[in-house]
């Protein structure tokens, strides 16, 4: 493979916590309010943090915000489609969000604006995300974890969840 | 919105869990996996558990320390609820720790009682009984097909028992299940009415490669690593090879390899062959569909006459003289010397450009990149091919003039050389001789429609899926096996001698009893009067060999379903019942035929089959060598290890003919059209072609994805791709429920708009449980029965708008933007 088609370097580092060191100029890291809770408590089902993300003002069509959910060493994106999708946050119902994770082998995915897709350098895999993060074409066996949004009266925006595993966790808020 | 698990965390493998070598069953590949099993009540924990990583951390690209949910389940093993995860191995020389897309989703596709999934496998012997299919125990079952067989079949009297039965490994084949099969059709009867599970006859997918020397499995996968260009011929490996695409051929491309595509169609291996080397390295010749063998002819022809061939090799290692073999009804074609060859198949390149619909100057360019000597020496080439060819227009000639090349150029035995298929499942064939079938081999399909056969045996195959002429089978079938329920129907609390009378009248009355050997109630199924519930790989030891004939032993680490039982163990039981009833019937010398079947488990049947072949290798043998096995054909033990042989021919002498010269044979067949009846007539009278191949996501394990709901929810119902300007002109939106229809037949599928598709040029799934494409595919054959399912054509009209599944599919492009 070309070598400006895979993982850079600074997105690997990302990988192993270095967020501070790559994330774009325009990216609102959210930190993981609830984690600590979290890892105290053993319940049935994950207790996912609610962190802010940005507020809809800092959003741009088809121009991806980098976050990380549930904690900084997860990567993902924060996206105003600009047209209303299922399952899409926000007045317009269509700010969505992702792990950027390929869940075939943890690849850094990129986004492709002109069919809104995420794409990964590794294997050629795809995924939709207007679709709810379906896999268009690929070798993943799972579609893409989406954090579940939430946008309150000030207009901030919350991911509070995730529907799929993580690639590189067996449990989405890390504990132990 | 799409189909998800909303699992958040998983269960983690323990320290001590038990670690089983898995092969992945699905396709030929055969990737490594390792099956960890621990109770149920136990777990690992992030700092204690079988990585001896800290898994509180989020763990990098391509680690070890994950797996999918796909890859986990609850399983039963010796009667106790386990804990399974099947994970890709990564220290296995096949794919590297990488997991496909079917076979990282083999856990959850295994029945479990506790999660659910899989509900469809059968758990115990049926029989149609009281107007429906009625559990029951194996001897009771067993005794049902035993007495009914037993009337239509004698000694030298067995053509009217039809046979289908897989011959292949993985799944739920592999030398035990093909030798326990084999034995009894072919060494206990001589049943002459057989047919494998993808094609209507039993015989080879490549006749000529085997009578011109050549194995057509005679690589190793490295020598995609090592060669100069690949050429794929009717293949699409990044889908249907996956890891062996993306472990093997990515390096070599990565190495500086130069790809040659022959596809009518622009597949997602084009696509990411240009990810990788740059669309310069990559040369796609997208031909008329079916005209193979015209370009391959004008290749050999350039080739030839540029002087880029292997004279020391053609002299040592091919025959010399003319003809050698004649064309015959056995032989489409003749074989022989080069020189030969060279005037048999001579095609300018002109010529072959009008009949291929591609530039003369690709043509050349391809012959070129194949054959041109670099820096002095050999070019180096590996060859593969799959279904485009096999299942393509005059299979054996055109296979034939492929293999010529390689002759020529000295490509085969050699590094970075090999005319290879790349295969389907994997292979595990051992059997007595078959050559009491003949050749061309009885055309099954077409006789059990022209009302042959009394009693049908299948083993794992669905002729309702994969058949051509499907739709008038299906007519038949139907009729004839509700024929035999009809007659069961109506003596219902008969006592067993006059049911079986009962039967046998419906039989001489024109009807079908059939006996239904699978691991779900299949369509043909449906028309069943006896199934038997059988297991596959992992619900039983099973060895098997991939595309470079790597054999393993995959681990029993679950029970099977219920009491279903290995394919061996089953035909073991038929012929023991048979042995038990012609006894009783007085018929001794018969019932002798039928001994030998005291195996207690696959074991056994493994010893008393390929073992006797092949004496150096036993279980334990195998198990020790691991997920990397060894490469056949096996040649001795030493250092506590199985010697296996990397590539054959490395001495330049070609055996697979059974020539004692060990002279390699070229092919002399010239270019004839579409060869197979009707098939000219039926591209004359329909606008589209009906192109058909498989899927990334569910070939090779479809029967279980039909309840799947991450493959369902992607695909609700199979696809037909078709270029948006045709979609423009017929009307259509993406989702549309369009039939196909032309003169055999009709099928439906969903619109898939593909921008890549040329015009009037579709794309079906083969094999689909709803929307079978067999339908519109002709009986047409090659002289030798060889399915000719790609070269269909049809018209095409909406029938429904979008279906609600059909809303949530994604209708985007399949090539990757980056």
């Not at chain 2, 095609?347 to 009008?354: F, G, K, Y």
Request: aromatic content about 8%; proline content about 4%; hydrophobic content about 40%.
């Amino acid at each position: 493979m070309k070598c400006n088609r895979l993982v850079d370097s600074g997105r690997r580092q990302f990988l192993r916590g270095g967020i501070l060191g790559v994330a774009g100029a325009a990216a609102a890291v959210a930190l993981p309010a609830g984690q600590a809770q979290a890892q105290v408590q053993a319940r049935a089902m994950v207790d996912y943090p609610s962190s802010k993300l940005a507020n809809l003002a800092d959003l741009v069509v088809d121009v991806p915000m980098d976050i990380g959910y549930p904690d900084a060493d997860s990567p993902g994106i924060l996206l105003k489609l600009g047209t209303r999708v299922e399952g899409g946050a926000g007045p317009d119902g269509d700010v969505v969000a992702y792990s950027v994770l390929c869940p075939h082998k943890g690849f850094y995915m990129s986004y492709h604006a002109p069919d809104k897709t995420l794409n990964c350098p590794g294997h050629f895999s795809r995924f939709d995300c207007e679709k709810g993060g379906q896999q268009v074409w690929g070798h993943a066996t799972q579609n893409l974890p989406q954090f579940a949004l939430r946008v309150d009266d000030k207009d901030d925006i919350y991911a509070e969840g995730a529907d799929e595993l993580i690639y590189g966790r067996l449990s989405n808020v890390l504990q132990g | 919105m799409a189909y998800k698990r909303n699992i958040d965390r998983l269960p983690i493998i323990p320290a001590d869990a038990k670690v089983q070598n898995v092969t992945c069953h699905y396709c030929i590949v055969g990737c490594g996996y390792k099956a960890y099993t621990w109770p149920l009540k136990k777990q690992g924990t992030t700092d204690s558990n079988w990585a001896g990583t800290d898994l509180s951390q989020q763990q990098g690209a391509e680690t070890d320390a994950w797996y999918a949910p796909s890859m986990y389940n609850v399983v039963k093993q010796n009667g106790a609820d386990v804990h399974l995860v099947i994970k890709p191995d990564v220290d296995c020389a096949v794919n590297g720790g990488l997991g496909s897309i079917r076979g990282a989703r083999m856990a959850e596709n295994r029945r479990s009682d506790v999660n659910g999934t899989q509900q469809q496998r059968l758990t115990e012997p049926m029989v149609w009984r009281y107007g429906t299919w009625q559990p029951t125990s194996w001897d009771d079952a067993l005794d049902l097909v035993a007495r009914v067989t037993a009337r239509v079949i004698d000694k030298d009297k067995e053509d009217d028992l039809f046979v289908s039965m897989f011959d292949h490994g993985g799944s739920a084949g592999g030398y035990e299940n093909t030798w326990g099969t084999g034995k009894l059709y072919f060494e206990s009867m001589k049943v002459k009415h057989c047919r494998i599970h993808n094609r209507p006859a039993y015989n080879s997918e490549v006749h000529s490669t085997r009578d011109m020397g050549v194995d057509e499995l005679n690589y190793a996968y490295e020598d995609y690593q090592l060669t100069d260009t690949i050429f794929l011929i009717g293949a699409n490996p990044i889908e249907t090879q996956t890891n062996l695409f993306l472990n093997h051929m990515v390096k070599g491309m990565q190495n500086g390899a130069r790809v040659v595509v022959v596809d009518p169609r622009r597949t997602v291996s084009v696509d990411a062959c240009e990810q990788v080397a740059g669309a310069d390295n990559v040369l796609h010749l997208q031909i008329n569909s079916g005209t193979d063998l015209s370009l391959f002819n004008a290749l050999f022809t350039e080739i030839v006459a540029k002087g880029w061939i292997d004279a020391d090799f053609i002299r040592g290692s091919t025959i010399d003289g003319d003809v050698a073999v004649a064309e015959d009804g056995a032989h489409p074609s003749a074989l022989g010397s080069f020189e030969a060859a060279k005037a048999a198949c001579h095609l300018s390149l002109d010529e072959a450009a009008e009949i291929c619909g591609v530039a003369a100057a690709d043509i050349a360019k391809a012959a070129a990149w194949i054959a041109e000597p670099k820096d002095g020496a050999r070019r180096k080439c590996v060859t593969a091919y799959e279904k485009g060819i096999i299942w393509g227009n005059d299979n054996y000639r055109t296979i034939g003039a492929l293999v010529n090349i390689a002759l020529a150029t000295g490509n085969i035995g050699r590094e970075g050389g090999g005319v290879c298929r790349l295969g389907g499942h994997q292979e595990g064939y051992y059997r007595p001789s078959d050559a009491h079938v003949g050749r061309p081999a009885p055309y099954i399909d077409q006789l059990i429609i022209a009302g042959q056969g009394k009693v049908h045996h299948i083993w794992a195959n669905d002729h309702y899926k994969t058949t051509l002429n499907a739709a008038e089978f299906k007519r038949v079938y139907n009729r004839r096996s509700n024929m035999v329920k009809e007659a069961m129907d109506a003596r219902a609390g008969a006592t067993r001698e006059e049911l079986i009378d009962a039967i046998v009248g419906a039989i001489n009355a024109g009807g079908l009893f059939v006996v239904d050997v699978d691991i779900i109630h299949s369509q043909i199924g449906q028309a069943a009067h006896v199934i038997l519930p059988a297991v596959e790989s992992g619900e039983m030891n099973l060895t098997s060999m991939n595309g470079e004939r790597r054999l393993r032993l995959v681990e029993k680490y679950m029970d099977g379903p219920g009491d279903s039982k290995p394919d061996c163990l089953i035909a073991a039981g038929i012929a023991q019942h048979l042995e038990r009833v012609l006894r009783e019937e007085g018929r001794t010398e018969y019932a002798d035929q039928f001994k030998g079947y005291d195996w207690a488990n696959e074991e056994d049947a493994f010893m008393d089959g390929y073992n006797k072949g092949n004496p150096e290798v036993t279980y334990d043998r195998l198990r020790a060598m691991g997920n990397n096995g060894v490469q056949e054909p096996v040649t001795g033990f030493a250092d506590g290890k199985l010697v296996g042989t990397k590539r054959l021919y490395t001495d330049g002498r070609f055996t697979r003919h059974g020539r004692e010269d060990g002279k390699a044979l070229f092919c002399l067949g010239g270019w004839r059209g579409l060869q197979a009846p009707g098939k000219a007539q039926q591209k004359a009278n329909h606008r589209f072609l009906i192109n058909n191949g498989r899927a990334n996501m569910n070939w090779q394990n479809w029967f279980l994805d039909q309840k799947n709901e991450f493959v369902m929810d992607r695909f609700p119902v199979p696809f037909i791709q078709i270029n948006p300007e045709d979609m423009a002109e017929l009307g259509l939106k993406p989702g549309d429920m369009v039939e196909v229809f032309n003169d055999v037949g009709a099928t439906q599928a969903l619109v898939y708009p593909e921008r890549t598709a040329r015009r009037n040029e579709t794309f079906m799934i083969f094999g689909a449980p709803a929307g079978t494409q067999g339908n519109v595919v002709n009986a047409g054959t090659n002289e030798l029965i060889l399915p000719n399912y790609k070269q269909t054509w049809g018209n095409i009209r909406k029938i429904s708008d979008a279906i609600p599944a059909a809303a949530r599919v994604s209708y985007k492009s399949w090539e990757v933007e980056l």
